[in-house]
């Protein structure tokens, strides 16, 4: 069984930057493949990163110019640094941790969300 509690979020202007952190606990985050997903309000869950526990990573094609994805693997932990926000971007962002690849299904470890909000 892994715990994933997630950290980071808040409310921020256009162009600004945020990192949410995803921390593990219960067994090594390293084993799995890590993504990032978010939910906006009225809207489906989307994938957004994910990273393979040797750091290999792949982003969606619309934060892949603004969005970092990375890992220590000493700390158990996944961050994603979020660069020059958009409104658009605004939504509920979940980590989890699971087989990988961009379905949702595919994950079996989700972390409870953290609200990123971006206002012009």
């Known amino acids: 069984q892994v715990q994933l509690v997630q950290s980071g979020g808040g409310l921020v202007q256009t162009g600004d930057s945020l990192r949410l952190s995803c921390t593990a606990s219960?067994?090594?985050?390293?084993?799995?493949?890590v993504g990032w997903f978010r939910q906006a309000p009225g809207k489906d869950r989307e994938f957004v990163a994910t990273i393979t526990g040797g750091g290999t990573t792949f982003l969606v094609a619309s934060v892949r110019d603004r969005f970092t994805i990375s890992r220590d693997n000493a700390e158990n932990t996944v961050y994603l640094q979020m660069n020059e926000l958009k409104p658009e971007d605004t939504a509920v962002y979940y980590c989890?941790?699971?087989?990988?690849?961009?379905?949702?299904?595919?994950?079996?470890?989700w972390g409870r969300g953290t609200q990123v909000t971006v206002y012009r």
């Open positions: 989890a941790a699971g087989a990988g690849g961009t379905h949702a299904n595919r994950y079996e470890f």
């Open positions: 219960g067994r090594t985050l390293s084993s799995y493949v």
